[in-house]
């Protein structure tokens, strides 16, 4: 049996030498942030994005296995993203399929696991095992 040993990976993305022109529009940067959850496998639970004036865009993908959240600076050609994925979901799937739809012509990342188990378990008195959250159904 697989062990866990985080309950999260988070990757801080910055993005560099981007379209300008992709980065100021608001509906392809909503599809796209949604695509890149799609292409890491995750559920998509909501999105929200707002427009700024005169440009740029804030937008998060909320997945029944975390988050993906971008902020755009079109005036530097500049973007900066975060991948939060729990579970299987690999989110470095979703960091290279928006770095292609963006046109970054370089990037710089990290990645930083969250949730460790071993300190989770230190200080819990609970006997955890692994648990996957999936979103509540709506009612119609």
């Not at 993305?13 to 695509?35: G, T």
């Not at 993908?61 to 900066?80: D, N, R």
């Not at 012509?105 to 930083?112: L, P, R, V």
Request: aromatic share 10%; glycine share 6%.
């Amino acid at each position: 049996m697989h062990k866990v040993e985080t309950l999260g990976r988070h990757i801080l993305v910055e993005y560099y030498n981007c379209d300008k022109e992709v980065l100021k529009n608001p509906m392809y940067i909503e599809k796209s942030m949604n695509e890149a959850a799609i292409e890491a496998k995750a559920t998509i639970v909501e999105s929200v994005f707002h427009h700024f004036n005169p440009w740029g865009v804030s937008g998060a993908v909320i997945v029944a296995e975390s988050h993906l959240t971008i902020h755009t600076w079109p005036e530097y050609g500049f973007a900066s993203a975060d991948f939060f994925t729990c579970g299987d979901i690999d989110p470095w799937k979703s960091f290279e399929y928006l770095e292609d739809l963006l046109k970054a012509e370089f990037s710089e990342s990290i990645e930083i696991p969250r949730g460790l188990t071993s300190k989770i378990q230190k200080h819990s008195k609970e006997d955890l095992g692994l648990i996957t959250h999936k979103p509540v159904e709506q009612a119609g």
